[in-house]
């Protein structure tokens, strides 16, 4: 408090930033606030709330002069023109358009394995990797990750990929998984790696989108003590886009994952399918580099939105690497000493630019897990926290929320005399001693305090700042986050942006509001991690985040802002729902439950959901005649599953002859939410309904 009182009044051109700096708001109330220990914030980068004030004053006043700055530690076969960025955010001024450091030539796999080998790291472990079962294990250095890329690199040029070519990857968390985006990176391929728990379907809608020549999988993985047949579903998906008369991936690369699937038992095409053990150790260890433009695309990754099918958010290399890097380092405090573990998959933004390349970019060593985190039991994250002494440990809301439940359960059914002895040796979490630990961090939703508080007390022994990072698949990177060692933290709050973020806050009519209030969480201009386009979609990458509040980035969330400056993520404000942190178009939801015969119209809202943060709850309309049953309801999950993946099943399916519309015909999704979570006395004004009584048939219907 004492150094905040020394701050300078004013913070420039930064309006939410005075009300933190200006004397009356410093008397933060303390009881909100977790400040960071003394040695914690004298050993961090940015020790103090003056500190980051100071960069990020700067890194606004002067993007080009902060961000070159960092770009230049990074190796650049080329330095970028005389313009470091270039940009128009606002859609009256014509095209949208984001350039960072374009005629700059350099390439990211070079600087996250090259370079740091150069550096003397060679010997420094990349990746810790932890197989489901306990006790399967193994480790790659820099030097062997370099090996093993450049071996996958020359393989992919020998069958034909060039650079600007698509290679989608259906992998689970294994090694290969990151050694192939760092492959295609290497050779300007652009990798889409699609989540190995989306269905056939979603995974065929996305090669189709993409072409690629190669789809890169593996026979099978196993999480938990489920065993999932992946190249079953790749199969499945390769004959479903070949329908779609496009010509694709001739090739279909198959990773023989041992401890799940023998490669007897998997089913084989010889003419299209290549063993991965069987061709890629006969490749070279080195395999030279492709200098692309800070423009040209790394990677497409596919999201939801909250109309039409999943949009492929594109990102470019030299804006993404000098952001992804210094977020990495700055959000967590990174160390050269510290381990880190991220429990994401990569298969999401989370696993692209925080599993893969920002630790690398730093030279940080990462554990990958393949398992699942509650198998064989709820302690299993902190036996690998101390298995490999993890310093850093980032993860869902929607982890700590089942972690926190299984344990605190487990506590009380074991030890029916816990109260009386108060010991711990049940608890899942205490039983292991997570020393090692000194940051957490969480991702995905909005996390709710009392989880914060579980991670912070009992996770982190009250001795590690949560860094609660806000950020999207658009965003590429961090956007607003706790900085650990300088800002006294808030439970739920992801506190102040990052360097060069102007996130603003804006009414219905898209004006700004300052100081203490809520509206719609846009960003003013850009940063060197923002998306540049959509695959193949500019117009509706303008329509989508550029159109509603002109001038601005829209990310499609509510966010307040409190007297002291900090911000608070509320959630989506459109149609996405946000399921364990997995986003969910619920027009996407709709279209597979409407696609059963039986189906006439759905209507999808999110409620809230103990552990998953929300839930899918679904108002189905069936075709005259059809009686409503208890295997339709499980032919329409079936649907959903099959369509989109198991993660997006509904939790559940309500019964609805009929759904509340306006009498121009419109859903009116504010009551079916009422209904769904059950505050029947806040349904509000249901007098420009079509037919009002449908409202009392879906309440007597709720619990069918
Ligand atoms: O609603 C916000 C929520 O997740 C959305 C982005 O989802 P996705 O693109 O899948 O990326 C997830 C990982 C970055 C956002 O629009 N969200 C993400 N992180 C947070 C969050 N909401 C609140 N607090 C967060 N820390």
Known sequence: VESMATMPSGAGNIPHLNAIVLGEALAFEENDLIFPSDDFSRQAHVPSPLKYLEMYKRSIEDPAGFWSDIASSFYWKQKWGQQVYLENLDVRKGD?????????TTNICYNCLDSNVEAGLGDKIAFYWEGNEPGVDATLTYIQLLHNVCQLANYLKDIGVKKGDAVVVYLPMLMELPITMLACARIGAVHSVVFAGFSAESLAQRIV????????????????????HLKDIVDAALIESSQSGVSIADVCLTYENQSAMKKESTKWKE??????????????????????DAEDPLFLLYTSGSTGKPKGVVHTTGGYMV??????????????????????????????????????????????????????????????????????????????RSLMRDSDEARYLTCPYFHLCGCD???????????????????????????????????????????????????????????????????????????GVQAVIVDEKGVEIEGECSGYLCVKSSWPGAFRTLYGDHERYETTYFKPFPGYYFSGDGCSRDKDGYHWLTGRVDDVINVSGHRIGTAEVESALVSHPQCAEAAVVGVEHEVKGQGIYAFVTLVEGVP??????????????????????????????????????KIMRRILRKIASRQLDELGDTSTLAEPNVVDQLIALADV
Not at 271 to 292: F, L
Not at 648 to 660: C, E, F, S, Y
Request: proline content about 8%.
């Open 425 to 499: 040796i049940f608890n899942y979490v205490t039983r292991y001693s997570r020393k090692s630990l000194r940051v957490l961090g969480s991702v995905g939703e909005p996390i709710n305090p009392s989880a914060w508080r579980w991670f912070f007390n009992l996770v982190g022994d009250s001795r590690c700042p949560i860094s609660d990072t806000w950020w999207q698949t658009e965003t590429g990177g961090f956007m607003i986050t706790p900085l650990p060692g300088a800002w006294p933290q808030k439970p739920g709050s992801a506190t102040f942006p990052f360097f």
């Open 271 to 292: 003419e299209r399918d290549v063993w991965w053990q069987d061709v890629i150790p006969k490749y070279p260890t080195t395999c030279a580099v492709e200098w692309v």
């Open 628 to 665: 409503y049953s208890e295997e339709l309801r499980k032919g329409l999950i079936l649907n959903v599953r099959k369509q989109i993946g198991a993660f997006a099943a509904p939790d559940k399916v309500h019964w609805a002859p009929g759904l509340p519309k306006t009498r121009s015909g």
């Open 96 to 104: 949208i358009r984001i350039e960072w450091f374009k005629g700059g």
């Open 209 to 228: 989108d993409c072409k690629p020549k190669v789809v890169i999988t593996c026979n099978a993985v196993k999480r938990g003590s489920k065993v999932i």
């Open 323 to 400: 952001y992804t890097a210094t977020t990495f380092k700055y959000a967590f405090d990174y160390k050269p000493s510290d381990i880190y573990w991220c429990t994401a998959d990569c298969g999401w933004i989370t696993g692209h630019s925080y599993v893969t390349y920002g630790p690398l970019l730093n030279g940080a060593s990462a554990v990958i897990f393949e398992g699942a985190p509650n198998y064989p039991n709820p302690g299993r994250c902190w036996d690998i926290v101390d298995k490999y002494q993890v310093t850093i440990f980032y993860t869902a809301p929607t982890l700590v």
